[in-house]
């Protein structure tokens, strides 16, 4: 599967602003969806994930009430909707797949998007 992240942007702090990552392909059902995020000189952190049906989520504390995941398995995408922005939520955010379990590891995933850089400015 390939996947696209796009929906970036610049957004001052208290803002909202929406990720989508749209997957090629017609199994996009059989795919874990999650996303992470990478701020500069950190490491990889996991942001939430959800099942293949979207029934099931799991989301980082750092974001638990500020933001939701959903996905259309219809249009082969997956959202990600993030409000009340913190200056702190500044990172490059990546959307992953895997076709195994739900996981808070970036090594749970093997197909990965390029990334949508998001600026929260204070």
């Known amino acids: 599967v390939q996947l696209q992240a796009f929906g970036g942007g610049l957004v001052q702090a208290g803002g909202s602003l929406t990720l989508s990552c749209a997957a090629s392909?017609?199994?996009?059902?059989?795919?874990?969806m999650g996303w992470f995020r990478q701020a500069p000189g950190k490491e990889r952190e996991f942001v939430v994930t959800?099942?293949?049906?979207?029934?099931?989520?799991i989301y980082a504390d750092s974001v638990k009430g500020r933001f939701t995941i959903s996905r259309d398995n219809a249009k082969n995408t997956v959202y990600l909707q993030m409000n009340s922005l913190k200056p702190e939520d500044t990172a490059v955010y990546y959307c992953?797949?895997?076709?195994?379990?739900?996981?808070?590891?970036?090594?749970?995933?093997?197909?990965w998007g390029q990334g949508t850089l998001v600026t929260v400015s204070s």
């Open positions: 392909g017609r199994t996009f059902s059989m795919y874990v």
């Open positions: 992953a797949a895997d076709q195994g379990f739900m996981s808070v590891l970036p090594s749970g995933y093997d197909y």
């Open positions: 959800v099942s293949r049906s979207g029934s099931r989520t």
